[in-house]
């Protein structure tokens, strides 16, 4: 997933900085629908996206890369 929620406030894991993401990966980040704790996940070949933890019952767990890729694109066309 693209959003997680800190402190009340969604953050979309797309747009953060090399050093927003340093400051996430020390703050509790959470799940918007089932409020799970959540990982941030980035990488070369990866969208950065939040992942839940392994064996979550969320519905949004499992989101495939081409799942956020599209995300991705719809963001970057509504944003305009
Ligand atoms: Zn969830």
Avoid: W
């Amino acid at each position: 997933m693209l959003v997680g929620i800190k402190n009340g406030i969604r953050i979309n894991a797309y747009i953060l900085s090399e050093e927003d993401k340093i400051k996430i990966r020390e703050t509790r980040i959470t799940c918007p629908a089932c409020k799970e704790e959540v990982i941030l996940v980035d990488g070369i070949k990866v969208i950065t996206h939040f992942r839940h933890k392994p064996n979550s019952n969320c519905q949004n767990s499992g989101e495939t890369q081409e799942h956020i890729k599209m995300k991705v694109a719809c963001y970057n066309i509504l944003k305009k």
